[in-house]
């Protein structure tokens, strides 16, 4: 159903990101002595609290309702977010997605916003589309759209097309077929992104030899972590969906093991098998132990039931009888939201001051 790989994407990103937050930028080495096993939440309290990764996939999905289908106006919609966004200080943002917020406010349109990067900003987003979107070609356009709003290397779209056709896959299939999604990537991509399929080719190739993820994270010399470049995020995080595309446990638990940009990385695990797997597939004391507002776990849960009901259908004629007056959009106050992550920049530099003494 829809709208169980909807809400489980939302609520899988939201708990692979808040499991790997505390562990963001923390070698694997280092990780264990620091903080010990990513097997619940060690951030504030023992509850976890979501960043960046699991609002703009919120705010994607938001503007995915309000746009009912219209590529240029979900852009105009995710730009404005994005604009409030950057404003409400959030803490930990990337570069080129800060950039492109500033380019906003400075009155750059969506699509001359976005700044030469290829980071892995559009990749954390994209699970959402693959989740909502039926129909190919027209999930690959909104793909497009979220990731040229900050992002305009085609690296970084690559992987944002690589993670989305990834939650499509995992919810369509109950048995993954990897060389069926392999085979949409190569075609989605074109034949200039050789370089990135040849990472895909060498993550599949990797988990059907049996090698663990962080064996394949080290052998693309990611011995520190897993780096915020797209080409080093996606092909590690494909691999840990590979490697256990129906356990979203060991998937999201494997991944922040290979530390680095643990959050992100764990983010995009959690929403590619939480499309598959739903609500019920992940561990109900790791959603419980999600304390946020004002994006609350029913808060969450309640967008991706709200997104479920809106026809994302390219032809208007083709539409059911869902109505953008029916679709009903998920808000948030932005002083609740100001609030709350003013407290959010204090628990980080709490673990920032953490981190500088031992165990090293």
């Known amino acids: 159903m829809k709208n169980k790989a909807i809400v489980g994407c939302l609520l899988g990103t939201a708990v692979g990101d808040a499991l790997g937050l505390p562990y ?130 085609p690296k970084a779209e690559y992987g944002a097309i690589a993670v989305a056709l990834a939650a499509k896959h995992s919810r369509e299939h109950p ?69 256990h595309p129906r356990d979203f446990r060991r998937a999201v638990t494997t991944i922040i093991e290979c530390g680095g940009d643990a959050d992100t990385t764990a983010a995009i695990v959690g929403g590619i098998v939480g499309a598959g797997v739903g609500e019920d597939g992940i561990p109900s004391n790791w959603i419980q132990g999600i304390a946020e507002y004002p994006r609350s776990v029913p808060w969450m849960r309640n967008l991706g039931e709200a997104l479920a009901v809106v026809d994302l259908v390219k032809d208007p004629s083709q539409q059911g009888s869902i109505t953008r007056s029916t679709a009903k959009v998920a808000t948030v106050n932005p002083i609740a939201v100001l609030l709350r992550n003013l407290l959010f920049l204090f628990i980080v530099l709490f673990h920032g001051f953490r981190r500088l003494a031992p165990p090293y």
């Open 175 to 243: 048995s993954i077929d990897t060389n069926l999604w392999l085979e949409e990537v190569v075609t989605a991509v074109g034949k200039d992104a050789s370089e990135f399929i040849g990472l895909l080719r060498q993550a599949i190739d990797s988990v059907t030899a049996g090698d663990s993820t962080k064996v394949f994270a080290q052998s693309l010399g990611l011995v520190r972590g897993v780096t915020g470049y797209t080409y080093h995020t996606v092909p590690v995080a494909i691999h840990a969906w590979l490697s």
């Open 24 to 153: 963001e930028g923390v070698s694997p080495t280092r990780a264990p002595k620091l903080l010990g096993p990513p097997d619940r939440y060690r951030f504030f309290f023992r509850r976890g609290m979501i960043s960046d990764d699991t609002e703009h996939t919120c705010m994607a999905a938001q503007s995915l309702i309000e746009a009912h289908g219209d590529v240029v106006l979900f852009a105009r919609r995710f730009a404005s977010r994005l604009r409030w966004w950057i404003l409400a200080l959030p803490a930990g943002v990337g570069k080129a997605t800060a950039r492109a917020g500033i380019k906003l406010w400075l009155g750059a349109k969506p699509a001359s916003a976005g700044v030469f990067s290829a980071g892995n900003g559009p990749a954390m987003r994209a699970a959402i589309f693959g989740a909502a979107i039926d129909d190919l070609p027209y999930m690959l356009e909104f793909v497009r759209a979220s990731s040229r709003l900050t992002h305009t290397d």
